[in-house]
């Protein structure tokens, strides 16, 4: 069963950095077949996905965040993570890492809140 | 950039009606690469459909996909009270390569 939860502090404040972590339950996720992405939801903008990264490292931002996505895997502890910069309270929503496959999102986080305030 | 529109937006049906919903793009979805999803409050997306038609794993058979080009339909042949939910479409476009969502269809009990 592939788990993944994210995980990072509720409230960041303007002009700041959001720092999320995604830890993911499976081995099988160093598979080339899958990749982990950042997708949130927001009052204004709905569902957006932000970004994703390989296992090997390989990553993919969206461009329309004019590259203030920067994210990494840590291998040695299954974990992927994800920092926005500059952040405006536009950026306040729940924020989903999601494993991705046949180019959709098989497997989802609960979601954390994140607040810019 | 490909925009899906999805529609209605809201969507009004009793339970063991059909359903169908609509999810058009702007330009044609390459190699139809377009998902649906279902996400009720307080919880996660979960994946419906993927590549327009296949049925992502443990997903029931009264829900299908269709359509190609720049039109699909997600039908929910029989709706059972769980059904009634948000659901979104989803492709993958390149030139840029990245992923869009539709803004959402809620089915609603009437």
């Known amino acids: 069963q592939v788990q993944l939860q994210e995980s990072g502090p509720g409230l960041v404040k303007p002009s700041e950095t959001l720092s999320l972590t995604c830890t993911v339950s499976?081995?099988?996720?160093?598979?080339?077949?899958?990749?982990l992405n950042w997708i949130r939801q927001t009052p204004g903008k709905g569902l957006e996905w932000l970004g994703y990264?390989?296992?090997?490292?390989?990553?993919l931002d969206n461009p329309s965040l004019k590259g203030r996505v920067t994210m990494s895997f840590d291998t040695s502890k299954s974990q992927f993570s994800l920092k926005l910069s500059s952040v405006t309270t536009a950026d306040t929503g729940v924020y989903y890492c999601a494993r991705g496959q046949n180019l959709a999102f098989d497997y989802w986080g609960q979601g954390i809140l994140v607040t810019v305030s | 950039e490909i925009v899906l529109t999805q529609s209605p937006g809201t969507l009004s049906l009793s339970p063991g009606e059909r359903a169908t919903l609509s999810c058009r793009a702007s330009q044609s979805v390459i190699n139809n690469f377009l998902a649906w999803y279902q996400q009720k409050p307080g919880q996660a997306p979960r994946l419906l459909i993927y590549g327009a038609s296949s049925r992502a794993t443990g997903i029931p058979d009264r829900f299908s996909g269709s359509g190609s080009g720049t039109d699909f339909i997600l039908t929910i042949s029989r709706l059972e009270p769980e059904d009634f939910a948000v659901y979104y479409c989803q492709h993958y476009g390149t030139s840029p390569n990245y992923y869009t969502f539709g803004q959402g269809t809620k089915l609603e009990i009437k």
């Open positions: 990264v390989y296992y090997s490292g390989s990553a």
């Open positions: 499976t081995a099988s996720i160093s598979s080339h077949i899958y990749n």
